[in-house]
Each structure stands twice: as C-alpha cells, then as structure tokens.
C-alpha cells in the first residue's frame, strides 16, 4: 500500500508542477499578481509531495519490500540499514527520486528566501523550475517509476552493487545532485531575466549567491567521489577521466566560469549575455552528465539509443531544455543590454580569459567524452580516449588560467596599466620560479612538469599574499580590524584561490614523486619502498554483515622504528558474489602509504601493491578550501535578505 | 584616441581568436594521438590490427588459461571471442573480477611473435555487466559463424 501512496503523492507532485510551470508565468507576462501568487504556495505543496514519495520509497527499502521491482533490484535483507537507505538512489529510477526531491528543495528555498525580489520575477524563477520538475516527474511516471510492483514477490534483493556499499554512497550522490540540480536555480534565474528583459546588476545579486552555493556542493561532491575512487578502487588513484567523472567536471567547470562572469556583471554590468548562456551551459551540462551516469548509456550505446521509452524521452527532453533555452537565448539575448566599456588591459579583461579558458577546457572534456559514443552509437567502431588525451590538453588550458588568477585579482576594473601590475607582481614572480627551480632539485627530481606545477602553486600563494598585504595596509586600525575591513566575499575569493594553488600543489608533488610496488609477499616478507619497510604479517579471516573478508595486516616502519598498520581487506559479498579490495591507508598531511590486496597465491602468499602518495591529501584539502571560500562568499553582507532592493544598485568604480 | 582604442581591441580580438584556434588545433591534435581503437580477437587473427601502437582488445577469458608465473604477478591467459584466440601476458595485479569465463577488456600491443602484451587489463565492477567492447567482440563472433554457440554467462 505505501509505494502505490508514493506512486500517487509522485502524480500529485506532477499536477502541481504543471500548474506551477505555466500560471505564474502567463500572470507574470499579464501582470495577473494571483497567478504569480500561486508560485511560492505551489513550491511548498511541490516539496511536500515529493519529500512523501521519496519517503515512501525509503520506507519500501527500510522494510525490505521486495514486492516492488527497485528495492528487489538493489536491496538485501542482509544488506545494513543505512545502505538500504542510500540504496535509493543506487540505481536509476531512485537517482532520479533524488534529482526531483532536491529540485523541490532548491524550489522552495529559492520560495522561502525570495521576499526581495519583484513578484514577476519570482514567479518566472519559481515557474521555470516549475517546468523542469514537470520534465522529470514525468519521465519517472512514464518510463522509469520506482514503485513498480513485482508479481510475484521476490523472496530477497539482488542485493547493492558492493562497490557502492561504503559511507561515500551516503554523501556523495547528494552532495552532487545539490550541486548539478542547484544550477538549475542559475538557469531559471537566467531564463526568467530573458523573458522579463531585466537583467542589471540588482539581477547579478540576487543570483550570484545561489549559483556559488551550487557550485560549493558541486565541489565538495566532485571531492567526496574522488576520495571515495582512491580508497575504494585500490588503484591509488584519485582521477581516472571516467566517463561518469567527466559528466560530473563539466558542470563544475562551466559553473566556476560563471560565478566568474557573474561577478563582472554585478560590479561593472559587463558580460550579461554571456553569464546567461554560461548558466544556460552549465545546466544543461548538468542534464547531460546525469543521465550519461543513469541512462545506461556508457554501457550499451545501442541499447539506449533504440530503447524506445527511456532513450527516446531523455534525448527528446534534453533538446527542450537546451534547444528551447538557446532559442530563447538567441531571440531575447539583445534585451538584456549591454555592459559598460572595458580597456584591454583590465580585470574584465583577466577574467573575460578565464572564462574563454574554462569554457574550452569543458568542450575539450564533452569532445573526449561523447565523440566515441557517437562513432559507436553510429557503427563507425570503438575507440577510448584516455587519461592521456586529457593529460595533455589540460595543463596547457589550465596553465594560463591559474596564471592569471595571480594578476587578476590585483589588476582595477575598466583599465589596469600593466607597468604597475608588474611592479606590484615582481617579487612574487621572482619567489615562485626561483621555488620552482631549487625546490624539485632538492628533492631530486626536475621535470618541466613539476616545475611549471610548482611554479603555478608558489605564483598563486605568492601574489595572493601580496594582494592581501596591500589591501590590510591600506586599511586602519588593528589587524582584526583591518581584516574585518575587507569583505566576506573578497575573503572567500582569496582562500578559494589559495585551493587551487594547494590542489595544484598537491597534484604537481604527487604525480611527480609519488611510488609504487606490486610484490608476491609470504607472512613475514619484507617489501621496500620509499624509504619505508612493509612486513607482511598474513591475512586473517573476518565476517561482515554482508560479506567475508580476508583481512591483512602489513607493519610499516623506517629505520627499525615502527611507524604505522596498514589494514588492507579483500571481501566477498556472499550475495552477488562479487570481490571487492578495501586498501589499507595511513593518511598523513605530508605523504600516505597505501596497501591493497590483489589476489591470494598458493601457500598463505598474496599479491599486494604498496603505493607511496606524497601530499596526496593536499588535493582534497585544497578542494574543501575552494568550498569554503565559496561559502564565505555567499555570507556577505550585501547578499543578506534584507538587503534593500535599493541598494541593489552597484556603487560606481567601488572595486570589490 | 578613439581610433586607438578601437585598433586595440581589433588586436585583442584577433589574439583571442589566434589563442583559441591554437587550443583547438591542440586539442584535436591530442585527441588524434590519443584514440585507442578496439579489435576483436578475430581481427587480431586476421592481421588487420596496427603494429607500431598500441590497442584494445576485449571477449572472456578463455576457461583453463590462466597460468601464473613464479613471481606471482606475472599472468598468462588467453582472450577469446568464441571463434579465434588472442594469448596474452601482464605483469602486476589483475582487477577484483578477473576471472575465467568472465568478460575482460586488455589494453596493450602485439609483438611479432602474436603475444599480446597488456599494460592495462581491465573487468568492471558488476557480476553481470559485460564490458561493451568485450560484448561487441563476441556479437561480431558469433554473427560471423552462427554455427557457434555463446558460452553461457
């Protein structure tokens, strides 16, 4: 009885979103102030109905009713609870439960914190989320319902593919969709501007917090899979250029262009076209990269492009969203103005390249992903682009970015004089290729790849502190002061900016240092790597709710001096029986040591590897410091609801 | 003044358009060198496979063939599409779901003696998911001589 409870709480949900995808919108062209006042009422009934289904559908879980197709398909009565939970977004219909769900979310909030904003303009904003909600509902009650019934009844579950049975199935998926989802709110934000014909600088505050919030639980998200890759896969990598990964990088690079863009076009009224289509974009790519991951479509081209239901609905809708908005983009665009002028040598300049930077750099990776399923979907052969197509196209795009990003923030708006900028960046210039060059050579090892890295990480550290030295001299008082005196949202600028150089820091010693071994090892044989020696002491077996595990015990120390336990397991889940490595990790702030079990050999011996990571955390670390900066951002002051629409307007030739 | 200003930005127009044709011509440049194309067994067979790079071969691994070398981490096996047989040889540790009669993916290139060397071995993480190209090499096999039969997964 529950599911078919959600099942009609989902239709319900539909038939409001209907309603709230068109009378807000008609009133807000006709000036009706009823219709436009039915948008936030309907958002909360929309959220409610939802947050039910979706609740229903963890109560189906929770009990263990394998009378409905989707928890039978990726449940287990052996499987513990908090993975019954998270295994409703483990397959495709629930993923998409989740995408609706926070749609809601996101509607609402964006309902609930609104009361600044005109009411046409809400209305349109709400309205258009009204309309991709109505997208997605429908694709779940036509071709993908989660509470379809299983007749007869299976006795158990299929069980939650293993590898997905780990806490990082907990967070990451949500984090992510808050992510890929909230970039909706950017594109109604941008859809309504263009039917309303406003977009200014009052337009530029209201959405730039929204679309930073998005992008912080995009980043943290994109950081929780690369971890959950690293200590799951056993392969000690943290980035593989996955299909799956990829789907969740363009958006990310996409939306980071666009809080960029955005910020030109509150402070100076510049790039109002182009942070529309970049919001546009990022949506879009947003749709594309959950369903490059939920369609099935990396796994059988053909399957899914002759799928009748689920292919031909998801390309169908995908071409409504972002060929209507293109059309819409490329009807309306010269109505939202045009920006105050710039010279060549400015801060619009700087970041009108980053943009450019950005944005190739996200064809590059939609180039490397979809062109071979294109020559499979089209018979033409398979091919894989690898890691190393992606290796040699980034670090040439994203080289100049990071670059700028030590001048950008030091150069004025409008126009900037580059005889000052290089008198104000000439000794951090001088530290980082003088730190590029002596430090790889103290440590041994001088490629022009770890110099260029290095030299971009000390680039960053290095005119980020002279930005800030300048800006607390200039201010008065004591150093707490003269810090309060600086906003929220420049703060956030800068400690973002400091993640890049830490994450760039992090990639550039662990791609250039890092070590590995696959050995055969016996109880009690010694390996040798980096310093290190890793005893074996031999594998015990050890039972887990759902699975077998032998678990080893290696001994790391240096010198004779006992350092750390590695603790690596092999398990088998007895249901699917399915093998999967847990690798054993000492996590460290200046280098990890790693050990996985590969398979075990005649007599008591295992395959092992043993990788040496130096500053390997470096990279999620410098993630989180992005999110972070991200978040302070969104605290500042002016973006405090309530903040007075007049203030909305931006003061002339204030910097920020 | 106003001439200049705008002869400026004609210059940075036409450096912008120069700096993102490079990157295009970059990227497709990298694209080009770094297509790994994917052959079946029978097209190993056939000879129709490159010699100087490397490439992609996918089937099951045939039943019985494993062999391990002394090392523990050198392996023998063979990749079969139902119809021809590739041997192949890798050094280091195989993926979780390596096993014989399963579906595999190799990555690597073929000496003159018809070894194929793997750098890369690859078997994803799901009991019944076959790797598409493991998948199209034995769909291609079995369309070529419909006598056979697909062993059963």
Same mark, same amino acid.
């Given at each position: 009885m529950i599911p078919e409870i959600g099942h009609f709480s989902l239709i319900l949900a539909l038939l409001v979103a209907l309603v709230l995808g068109s009378f807000p919108i008609a009133g807000a062209a006709r000036g009706n102030t009823v219709w436009m006042g039915l948008a936030r009422p309907l958002a909360g009934l929309q959220f409610f109905l939802i947050a039910f289904a979706f609740f229903c559908l963890a109560y189906a879980f929770a009990a263990k009713d394998y009378s409905v197709v989707y928890v039978a398909n990726n449940s287990n009565s052996q499987l513990p609870l908090q993975f019954r939970i998270a295994a !409703?977004?483990?397959?495709h219909e629930g993923s998409l439960l989740l995408w609706a769900l926070i749609l809601s979310v996101w509607t609402l909030a964006v309902g609930l914190f +609104? *009361?600044?904003?005109?009411d046409d303009m809400r209305a349109r904003i709400l309205g258009v989320m009204g309309l991709i909600s109505v997208g997605f509902l429908l694709f779940m009650l036509m071709v993908s319902n989660p509470f379809d019934r299983l007749m007869p009844a299976a006795l158990d579950g299929k069980d939650l593919n293993p590898l997905l049975q780990d806490p990082g199935m907990i967070f990451h998926p949500p984090m992510l969709y808050m992510g890929y989802v909230g970039f909706s709110v950017a594109f109604a934000f941008s859809i309504a501007a263009l039917l309303g014909g406003q977009l200014d600088a009052a337009w530029a505050r209201w959405s730039r917090p929204w679309t930073i919030m998005a992008w912080v639980f995009l980043t943290v998200g994109i950081m929780a899979g690369s971890n959950w890759a690293y200590y799951e896969l056993g392969w000690g990598g943290w980035w593989f250029w996955d299909a799956v990964e990829n789907a969740s990088f363009m958006p990310w690079l996409v939306g980071t262009a666009l809080i960029h863009s955005l910020a030109v076009t509150e *402070?100076?009224? +510049?790039?109002k076209a182009w942070t529309v289509l970049l919001a546009i974009c990022a949506f879009s790519l947003s749709l594309l990269g959950t369903f490059l991951v939920r369609s099935g479509v990396l796994t059988s081209v053909h399957a899914f492009a002759t799928d009748p239901g689920r292919g031909v609905f998801i390309l169908a809708f995908l071409v409504v969203v972002i060929g209507g908005s293109l059309l819409l983009f490329a009807w309306r665009a010269t109505s939202v103005g045009r920006g105050g002028k710039f010279a060549v040598i400015s801060r619009e300049s700087f970041l009108l390249a980053n943009n450019v930077l950005l944005a190739v750099a996200a064809l590059s990776v939609l180039l490397g992903t979809l062109y071979p399923l294109f020559l499979d979907a089209l018979n033409l052969g398979k091919i894989s682009v690898g890691p190393p197509y992606f290796d040699a196209v980034f670090a040439p795009l994203m080289a100049p970015a990071v670059f700028l990003m030590g001048i950008g923030p030091i150069a004025r708006w409008k126009d900037a004089a580059l005889p000052e900028l290089a008198v104000r960046l000439r000794w951090a210039f001088a530290i980082s290729v003088l730190t590029a060059i002596t430090l790889p050579l103290i440590l041994g090892n001088l490629t022009p790849m770890i110099g260029l890295g290095l030299f971009l990480a000390f680039w960053v550290f290095a005119s980020s502190a002279e930005l800030v030295y300048q800006r607390l001299r200039k201010s008065e008082g004591g150093l707490l002061a003269r810090i309060r005196a600086n906003s929220r949202s420049w703060w956030g600028m800068v400690i973002a900016h400091l993640g890049i150089a830490v994450f760039v820091l992090g990639v550039t010693v662990v791609k250039g240092f890092e070590s590995e071994i696959a050995v055969k090892m016996n109880p009690g044989d010694v390996a040798h790597l980096a310093g290190y020696e890793f005893t074996f002491d031999g594998v015990e077996s050890r039972n887990g709710p759902n699975y077998t595990a032998s678990h080893g015990q290696i001994h790391v120390s240096k010198n004779g001096v006992l350092r750390t336990v590695l603790e690596p397991e092999k398990r088998l889940y007895? !249901?699917?029986?399915m093998p999967m490595s847990e690798a054993g990790i000492s996590p460290h702030l200046i280098h990890d040591l790693y050990a996985s079990l590969g398979e075990p050999l005649e007599g008591g011996a295992w395959s092992v590897r043993i990788y040496h990571k130096p500053m390997v955390e470096w990279i999620w670390f410098g993630c989180l410091m992005m999110a972070f900066g991200g978040l302070l951002a969104i605290l500042d002051k002016r973006y405090r609801l309530h903040a007075h629409a007049k203030n909305a307007v931006p003061k002339k030739g204030r910097s920020a | 003044m106003v001439l200049k200003a705008r002869h400026k930005r004609f210059i940075l127009i036409g450096i912008g358009l120069a700096l993102i044709g490079l990157a295009a011509m970059l990227i497709l440049n990298a694209f080009q060198s770094n297509m790994v194309f994917f052959y079946t067994p029978t097209q190993v067979a056939k000879g129709e496979?490159?010699?100087n790079t490397g490439f992609r071969i996918g089937g099951l691994v045939e039943v019985g063939s494993i062999k391990r070398g002394d090392d523990g981490l050198t392996v023998h096996f063979v990749i079969t599409d139902t119809a021809k047989t590739v041997p192949v040889v890798y050094k280091g540790v195989l993926p979780d779901l390596f096993k014989e009669g399963k579906g595999v993916v190799a990555q690597g290139s073929v000496g003159v003696d018809g070894l194929f060397v793997a750098s890369e071995v690859l078997a994803k993480h799901?009991?019944?998911?076959?790797p598409p190209e493991a998948a199209a090499a034995l769909k291609s096999a079995q369309e070529q001589s419909k006598t056979l039969q697909l062993p059963s997964k």
């Amino acid at each position: 009885m529950i599911p078919e409870i959600g099942h009609f709480s989902l239709i319900l949900a539909l038939l409001v979103a209907l309603v709230l995808g068109s009378f807000p919108i008609a009133g807000a062209a006709r000036g009706n102030t009823v219709w436009m006042g039915l948008a936030r009422p309907l958002a909360g009934l929309q959220f409610f109905l939802i947050a039910f289904a979706f609740f229903c559908l963890a109560y189906a879980f929770a009990a263990k009713d394998y009378s409905v197709v989707y928890v039978a398909n990726n449940s287990n009565s052996q499987l513990p609870l908090q993975f019954r939970i998270a295994a !409703v977004w483990g397959g495709h219909e629930g993923s998409l439960l989740l995408w609706a769900l926070i749609l809601s979310v996101w509607t609402l909030a964006v309902g609930l914190f +609104s *009361k600044h904003i005109p009411d046409d303009m809400r209305a349109r904003i709400l309205g258009v989320m009204g309309l991709i909600s109505v997208g997605f509902l429908l694709f779940m009650l036509m071709v993908s319902n989660p509470f379809d019934r299983l007749m007869p009844a299976a006795l158990d579950g299929k069980d939650l593919n293993p590898l997905l049975q780990d806490p990082g199935m907990i967070f990451h998926p949500p984090m992510l969709y808050m992510g890929y989802v909230g970039f909706s709110v950017a594109f109604a934000f941008s859809i309504a501007a263009l039917l309303g014909g406003q977009l200014d600088a009052a337009w530029a505050r209201w959405s730039r917090p929204w679309t930073i919030m998005a992008w912080v639980f995009l980043t943290v998200g994109i950081m929780a899979g690369s971890n959950w890759a690293y200590y799951e896969l056993g392969w000690g990598g943290w980035w593989f250029w996955d299909a799956v990964e990829n789907a969740s990088f363009m958006p990310w690079l996409v939306g980071t262009a666009l809080i960029h863009s955005l910020a030109v076009t509150e *402070k100076r009224g +510049s790039f109002k076209a182009w942070t529309v289509l970049l919001a546009i974009c990022a949506f879009s790519l947003s749709l594309l990269g959950t369903f490059l991951v939920r369609s099935g479509v990396l796994t059988s081209v053909h399957a899914f492009a002759t799928d009748p239901g689920r292919g031909v609905f998801i390309l169908a809708f995908l071409v409504v969203v972002i060929g209507g908005s293109l059309l819409l983009f490329a009807w309306r665009a010269t109505s939202v103005g045009r920006g105050g002028k710039f010279a060549v040598i400015s801060r619009e300049s700087f970041l009108l390249a980053n943009n450019v930077l950005l944005a190739v750099a996200a064809l590059s990776v939609l180039l490397g992903t979809l062109y071979p399923l294109f020559l499979d979907a089209l018979n033409l052969g398979k091919i894989s682009v690898g890691p190393p197509y992606f290796d040699a196209v980034f670090a040439p795009l994203m080289a100049p970015a990071v670059f700028l990003m030590g001048i950008g923030p030091i150069a004025r708006w409008k126009d900037a004089a580059l005889p000052e900028l290089a008198v104000r960046l000439r000794w951090a210039f001088a530290i980082s290729v003088l730190t590029a060059i002596t430090l790889p050579l103290i440590l041994g090892n001088l490629t022009p790849m770890i110099g260029l890295g290095l030299f971009l990480a000390f680039w960053v550290f290095a005119s980020s502190a002279e930005l800030v030295y300048q800006r607390l001299r200039k201010s008065e008082g004591g150093l707490l002061a003269r810090i309060r005196a600086n906003s929220r949202s420049w703060w956030g600028m800068v400690i973002a900016h400091l993640g890049i150089a830490v994450f760039v820091l992090g990639v550039t010693v662990v791609k250039g240092f890092e070590s590995e071994i696959a050995v055969k090892m016996n109880p009690g044989d010694v390996a040798h790597l980096a310093g290190y020696e890793f005893t074996f002491d031999g594998v015990e077996s050890r039972n887990g709710p759902n699975y077998t595990a032998s678990h080893g015990q290696i001994h790391v120390s240096k010198n004779g001096v006992l350092r750390t336990v590695l603790e690596p397991e092999k398990r088998l889940y007895t !249901v699917t029986n399915m093998p999967m490595s847990e690798a054993g990790i000492s996590p460290h702030l200046i280098h990890d040591l790693y050990a996985s079990l590969g398979e075990p050999l005649e007599g008591g011996a295992w395959s092992v590897r043993i990788y040496h990571k130096p500053m390997v955390e470096w990279i999620w670390f410098g993630c989180l410091m992005m999110a972070f900066g991200g978040l302070l951002a969104i605290l500042d002051k002016r973006y405090r609801l309530h903040a007075h629409a007049k203030n909305a307007v931006p003061k002339k030739g204030r910097s920020a | 003044m106003v001439l200049k200003a705008r002869h400026k930005r004609f210059i940075l127009i036409g450096i912008g358009l120069a700096l993102i044709g490079l990157a295009a011509m970059l990227i497709l440049n990298a694209f080009q060198s770094n297509m790994v194309f994917f052959y079946t067994p029978t097209q190993v067979a056939k000879g129709e496979v490159p010699h100087n790079t490397g490439f992609r071969i996918g089937g099951l691994v045939e039943v019985g063939s494993i062999k391990r070398g002394d090392d523990g981490l050198t392996v023998h096996f063979v990749i079969t599409d139902t119809a021809k047989t590739v041997p192949v040889v890798y050094k280091g540790v195989l993926p979780d779901l390596f096993k014989e009669g399963k579906g595999v993916v190799a990555q690597g290139s073929v000496g003159v003696d018809g070894l194929f060397v793997a750098s890369e071995v690859l078997a994803k993480h799901d009991e019944n998911y076959m790797p598409p190209e493991a998948a199209a090499a034995l769909k291609s096999a079995q369309e070529q001589s419909k006598t056979l039969q697909l062993p059963s997964k």
